[in-house]
Every structure is written in structure tokens, then in C-alpha cells.
């Protein structure tokens, strides 16, 4: 009597969708997510949901797509970037659908708009081409009550804190992010985050830490963002994981042990990382904390100040030294808007063009002439490939580009806004078979919707969002590279959002059916 009834509820289904199906996919072999292995089936799409995963579905559609040869996946979940004013020059977000993204997480760093309620209001009116999740930034919260200053917040200042991490909260936000080694985020102490985090926590939220160092004092750094999630009994997502520095090389068992060791205690403790030995930041990071407090006129300043460029310039030189490195050359200008002949070139080659001894105190002269003009974004070439791999392995990883929405042959940025997904599938998957592909696939989708709380996305599910794509697995391949960074990655057949084919035949088809995703404590 069961089987009967199954057979009729099935026959019931099937005459149900006939002629209502947006989409098929057929003969394609689902990957579906969860880290189990893939299998042969066939998927239905209708208002932007998947409505039905099995064989031989024999159903009318508008559109069928024969991925027969080729992988059926969630589409990829990037839960570290930075689209932030990129979004409304480029709203097709063409570098990211091109590597498989379907939803980005931005406002990472500390680094968000503080009214993300108006900041939702605009994705919705520009329309991207990909989802959209937030984080509340509390360095932009911390500088929009307390400007720059290096020093403890006042009661009424926290107060005011507090209030926009609420707002934010109740707007929508994924949770609380910080960027410890950027101003004035590296000015806060340690219970100034806690109970800012606490406010999040109570909308469960996620805390999300670029950590005070990725170096020298990593050890220090992971232990307070473990401590932070303690004490506030919150998830924990450590970004962008690393071993800066050629004397930290080697350290990746010691600085993962830490991670491993508090989720043996029950701590919820992930990290994401970018699969590339360079990193890509600000050039004013190689400052003490205490040079860059309150703006740019503070900073120049102290560049004029005898003493206090002294300081700073010896500063400088010891870190280096501390690499075992002579010269600036691992520091590339990736944009300098004062110059941007310069992009594209590393600190010892501009000093050389700027007609300088061929002298790490040169270079320091060379840095503090483009401070004084604004800076620049840079990147910095300073991991281990064994360390990279080593992270690569672990289960509770994601892989996130750290990134933003590009604009083709601006500047000369790092490859990780552009490969970070092809790279992980061509390079750790199918050449040196570090994971499997059913194991990328679960860190680059289910994995991420579970930490940041995205309802019915990751999974190829019936009744998820239909956030999919479709790659060959042996042609797959990041194209990016240092030197010509501005090249889409290849593979990528198609690439469907909320149910609206995006990338077809490895073509943008200029669809922008992303929307925002709210947190848990959006009103």
C-alpha cells in the first residue's frame, strides 16, 4: 500500500509541474554540497527554487541545460570580501560569477557602512548579479564616534557603539567583524570588542576577526579572537588564515593546534583562507600602530618631525630584518592613485626609478613619499607554500578571496579576486589531489551557509534557492596571475543565481537577480 501511494504521489508531482518548469539540468553529476560523494541525477528549477532532484525527470521546461561530462554544484559562498563602492561600478560583479560565486559576505576587517539599513536599501535599487550578506564593521563604528583616536572609548562613546552594532544588528548584519592591525580598530582593547560582540551574539551573529597579527605575534592574536568567542558564546570565524614573514614559515601546526584545540573544548572556530602565498593590503601596515592615529595630516606630520620619522623608519628596518630580508622588493604596488605608472612594481624598483641608493633605508624614504601622498594598496609576497597547504587540508576551512568586485584593467590587484575558487579546483584538487573535489565543493558552500546562518543556500536541496553551478572538472582553471591579474578563470559553463542563468556557455548573460541576505536579526 505504501509503494502504491508513492508511485501516485510521484505520477501526482510530475503531472503537477508539467509546463511550469523554468529550468532542467540533466545527465550532470550532482556534487550536492554536503561532502557526500556525487551521483547521476537530474534537477529542476521553478521560481528560483529547486523544486525536484532525481533521474530521468520527464518534465516540460523553458530551458534545458545538458550538463552531461560536467559537475552540478551549489554556486560557491565567498564569506570574505569587500565589495564595498565596487558594487556600483561594476554591478554585473563579472570577476566573481566567472569563479563560480553566486553570494558574497562583505563588511569583513572591520571595514563595513555603518547604516547598513540604507547600505541594503542601495543593493536592492543597483541590483548586483550576486547575493549579498553584511557584517557590522566595528572599525567604521569605532571611527564614526570616535574618529581616529588612540585611546579608550568614553561610556558615553561605547554607548553610542553599541547602539549602531544594534541597528546594524537589527538591519540585517551576519554579525560583528574587526580588523585589529587597521586604524582605529588596533587602538580598541580587547573588552571594548567583547561587548560589542555580546550585541551581536544576541542576534546570532558570527564574530569574524582580521586578527592584531598573522606573524610575529600570532599565538597571541588567535588566543584573544578563541577568548573574544568564549566570553561572548559565540561562533568564531578567523579570516583570511596565514604565516606572514619568512621567520614564521613553518609555524602552521602550532597556530592551526590552537584552532583545533578549541573546538575539542566545543568552541564554534573556523578559519577561511586565500590559496596564494601573497597577501594584499594597505602599505601603511608596515607602520607602528601609534603613527597612523587620527587621519592623514596627523601622519604627515610625524613624517616631518625628525624624531618620530626616525622612530618610524627604524621601526620598519627592524621588521624587515626580522625577515631576513634586505630589501622591499616582496612590497608590490597593486594601485597607487598619486601614480599609477607605478603599479605593478615593487618598493625597490620604485626607489631605483626615483633615482635612490640601492638600500633598504632608501626604500623606507621611497614608502614614507607615498604615505605622505595617500598611499597605496599593495601586495605582499611573504608565505609558505607548505604552510598554504597545510591550512589547505583542514576540514574547517574555507577558501575566500579576500576580495572585491574588479573593474577589468584597473590597477594591478592580487588574483585572488578573480581565481581563488578555479585556483583551489585546478591547482589542490585535480593536480595535486591535496582534497577531493567533493570536499571543496562542501568548503566552498555548505560550509559557509552554515557559519553565517544563509537559509536554504549551499546545498543542492529540493526547496533551496537555486544558486548553482555547472564547471568542467578537467578544464576548470584559474587564468589570474600577479603579473596579468585581470583575466577571468575558465571552466565555468554555466552559473545560475536565484534560479536566472548569469553565465552561460562561459559568457555573462548581464542577468542581475541577486538580493540581499539578512541575518538572523533583521526586522
Given at each position: 500500500?505504501?509503494?502504491?501511494?508513492?508511485?501516485?504521489?510521484?505520477?501526482?508531482?510530475?503531472?503537477?509541474?508539467?509546463?511550469?518548469?523554468?529550468?532542467?539540468?540533466?545527465?550532470?553529476?550532482?556534487?550536492?554540497?554536503?561532502?557526500?560523494?556525487?551521483?547521476?541525477?537530474?534537477?529542476?528549477?521553478?521560481?528560483?527554487?529547486?523544486?525536484?532532484?532525481?533521474?530521468?525527470?520527464?518534465?516540460?521546461?523553458?530551458?534545458?541545460?545538458?550538463?552531461?561530462?560536467?559537475?552540478?554544484?551549489?554556486?560557491?559562498?565567498?564569506?570574505?570580501?569587500?565589495?564595498?563602492?565596487?558594487?556600483?561600478?561594476?554591478?554585473?560583479?563579472?570577476?566573481?560569477?566567472?569563479?563560480?560565486?553566486?553570494?558574497?559576505?562583505?563588511?569583513?576587517?572591520?571595514?563595513?557602512?555603518?547604516?547598513?539599513?540604507?547600505?541594503?536599501?542601495?543593493?536592492?535599487?543597483?541590483?548586483?548579479?550576486?547575493?549579498?550578506?553584511?557584517?557590522?564593521?566595528?572599525?567604521?563604528?569605532?571611527?564614526?564616534?570616535?574618529?581616529?583616536?588612540?585611546?579608550?572609548?568614553?561610556?558615553?562613546?561605547?554607548?553610542?557603539?553599541?547602539?549602531?552594532?544594534?541597528?546594524?544588528?537589527?538591519?540585517?548584519?551576519?554579525?560583528?567583524?574587526?580588523?585589529?592591525?587597521?586604524?582605529?580598530?588596533?587602538?580598541?582593547?580587547?573588552?571594548?570588542?567583547?561587548?560589542?560582540?555580546?550585541i551581536a551574539a544576541q542576534y546570532n551573529g558570527v564574530y569574524a576577526t582580521h586578527m592584531r597579527s598573522e606573524g610575529d605575534s600570532i599565538v597571541d592574536a588567535i588566543n584573544e579572537a578563541i577568548n573574544i568567542g568564549r566570553s561572548c558564546n559565540m561562533p568564531v570565524e578567523i579570516s583570511h588564515f596565514k604565516l606572514a614573514g619568512q621567520n614564521n614559515w613553518g609555524r602552521s601546526a602550532e597556530t592551526l593546534g590552537l584552532v583545533k584545540a578549541a573546538r575539542e573544548q566545543g568552541l564554534d572556530v573556523t578559519i577561511d583562507q586565500y590559496p596564494?602565498?601573497?597577501?594584499?593590503?594597505?602599505?601603511?601596515?608596515?607602520?607602528?600602530?601609534?603613527?597612523?592615529?587620527?587621519?592623514?595630516?596627523?601622519?604627515?606630520?610625524?613624517?616631518?618631525?625628525?624624531?618620530d620619522k626616525n622612530e618610524i623608519a627604524n621601526f620598519i628596518i627592524s621588521r624587515l630584518k626580522k625577515r631576513s630580508q634586505n630589501h622591499f622588493n616582496y612590497v608590490v604596488v597593486a594601485n597607487y592613485p598619486s601614480d599609477t605608472s607605478l603599479n605593478g612594481k615593487n618598493i625597490q624598483q620604485i626607489n631605483l626609478l626615483k633615482g635612490r641608493k640601492d638600500t633598504a633605508t632608501e626604500e623606507v624614504k621611497t614608502i614614507f613619499e607615498i604615505i605622505r601622498n595617500g598611499g597605496a594598496s599593495c601586495v605582499f609576497h611573504g608565505m609558505s607554500?607548505?604552510?598554504?597547504?597545510?591550512?589547505?587540508?583542514?576540514?574547517?576551512?574555507?577558501?575566500?578571496?579576500?576580495?572585491?568586485?574588479?573593474?577589468?584593467?584597473?590597477?594591478?590587484?592580487?588574483?585572488?579576486?578573480?581565481?581563488?575558487?578555479?585556483?583551489?579546483?585546478?591547482?589542490?584538487?585535480?593536480?595535486?589531489?591535496?582534497?577531493?573535489?567533493?570536499?571543496?565543493?562542501?568548503?566552498?558552500?555548505?560550509?559557509?551557509?552554515?557559519?553565517?546562518?544563509?537559509?536554504?543556500?549551499?546545498?543542492?536541496?529540493?526547496?533551496?534557492?537555486?544558486?548553482?553551478?555547472?564547471?568542467?572538472?578537467?578544464?576548470?582553471?584559474?587564468?589570474?596571475?600577479?603579473?596579468?591579474?585581470?583575466?577571468?578563470?575558465?571552466?565555468?559553463?554555466?552559473?545560475?543565481?536565484?534560479?536566472?542563468?548569469?553565465?552561460?556557455?562561459?559568457?555573462?548573460?548581464?542577468?542581475?537577480?541577486?538580493?540581499?541576505?539578512?541575518?538572523?536579526?533583521?526586522?
Amino acid at each position: 500500500m505504501k509503494t502504491l501511494l508513492s508511485t501516485i504521489l510521484f505520477f501526482t508531482l510530475q503531472l503537477s509541474f508539467a509546463q511550469q518548469v523554468d529550468i532542467i539540468i540533466k545527465n550532470g553529476k550532482i556534487i550536492d554540497g554536503t561532502g557526500n560523494s556525487w551521483y547521476y541525477a537530474d534537477l529542476a528549477i521553478k521560481d528560483g527554487k529547486i523544486i525536484l532532484i532525481q533521474k530521468n525527470i520527464q518534465i516540460n521546461a523553458a530551458k534545458t541545460i545538458d550538463a552531461k561530462g560536467f559537475i552540478v554544484a551549489p554556486g560557491f559562498i565567498d564569506v570574505h570580501t569587500h565589495i564595498e563602492d565596487d558594487e556600483v561600478k561594476n554591478p554585473l560583479a563579472t570577476n566573481f560569477i566567472y569563479d563560480g560565486v553566486t553570494t558574497v559576505i562583505t563588511g569583513n576587517c572591520g571595514l563595513s557602512r555603518v547604516d547598513l539599513k540604507k547600505y541594503f536599501h542601495l543593493l536592492d535599487s543597483i541590483k548586483l548579479s550576486i547575493n549579498v550578506a553584511s557584517m557590522i564593521g566595528h572599525n567604521d563604528v569605532r571611527e564614526y564616534v570616535m574618529k581616529k583616536a588612540n585611546r579608550e572609548p568614553t561610556t558615553a562613546e561605547m554607548q553610542q557603539m553599541e547602539i549602531l552594532v544594534t541597528n546594524a544588528m537589527k538591519a540585517g548584519a551576519v554579525g560583528l567583524s574587526t580588523g585589529l592591525i587597521y586604524t582605529p580598530g588596533n587602538y580598541s582593547k580587547t573588552k571594548e570588542i567583547i561587548a560589542l560582540a555580546k550585541i551581536a551574539a544576541q542576534y546570532n551573529g558570527v564574530y569574524a576577526t582580521h586578527m592584531r597579527s598573522e606573524g610575529d605575534s600570532i599565538v597571541d592574536a588567535i588566543n584573544e579572537a578563541i577568548n573574544i568567542g568564549r566570553s561572548c558564546n559565540m561562533p568564531v570565524e578567523i579570516s583570511h588564515f596565514k604565516l606572514a614573514g619568512q621567520n614564521n614559515w613553518g609555524r602552521s601546526a602550532e597556530t592551526l593546534g590552537l584552532v583545533k584545540a578549541a573546538r575539542e573544548q566545543g568552541l564554534d572556530v573556523t578559519i577561511d583562507q586565500y590559496p596564494y602565498t601573497a597577501s594584499s593590503t594597505t602599505l601603511s601596515t608596515l607602520f607602528p600602530d601609534w603613527a597612523l592615529a587620527n587621519g592623514q595630516d596627523s601622519i604627515n606630520a610625524r613624517l616631518k618631525r625628525i624624531k618620530d620619522k626616525n622612530e618610524i623608519a627604524n621601526f620598519i628596518i627592524s621588521r624587515l630584518k626580522k625577515r631576513s630580508q634586505n630589501h622591499f622588493n616582496y612590497v608590490v604596488v597593486a594601485n597607487y592613485p598619486s601614480d599609477t605608472s607605478l603599479n605593478g612594481k615593487n618598493i625597490q624598483q620604485i626607489n631605483l626609478l626615483k633615482g635612490r641608493k640601492d638600500t633598504a633605508t632608501e626604500e623606507v624614504k621611497t614608502i614614507f613619499e607615498i604615505i605622505r601622498n595617500g598611499g597605496a594598496s599593495c601586495v605582499f609576497h611573504g608565505m609558505s607554500e607548505t604552510d598554504v597547504q597545510y591550512f589547505v587540508q583542514y576540514p574547517f576551512n574555507m577558501f575566500a578571496s579576500d576580495g572585491t568586485i574588479r573593474v577589468m584593467n584597473v590597477g594591478v590587484p592580487h588574483p585572488r579576486s578573480y581565481g581563488t575558487n578555479a585556483r583551489v579546483l585546478a591547482k589542490y584538487v585535480r593536480e595535486e589531489k591535496l582534497i577531493s573535489l567533493e570536499e571543496a565543493i562542501r568548503r566552498m558552500t555548505s560550509l559557509p551557509a552554515q557559519k553565517f546562518n544563509l537559509k536554504n543556500r549551499g546545498l543542492l536541496k529540493e526547496g533551496f534557492a537555486a544558486d548553482i553551478v555547472i564547471f568542467n572538472p578537467a578544464t576548470v582553471q584559474d587564468e589570474s596571475t600577479f603579473a596579468k591579474p585581470h583575466q577571468y578563470s575558465k571552466g565555468f559553463s554555466y552559473v545560475i543565481v536565484n534560479g536566472a542563468v548569469t553565465l552561460e556557455d562561459e559568457k555573462h548573460t548581464q542577468k542581475r537577480n541577486g538580493i540581499v541576505l539578512y541575518g538572523e536579526g533583521k526586522e
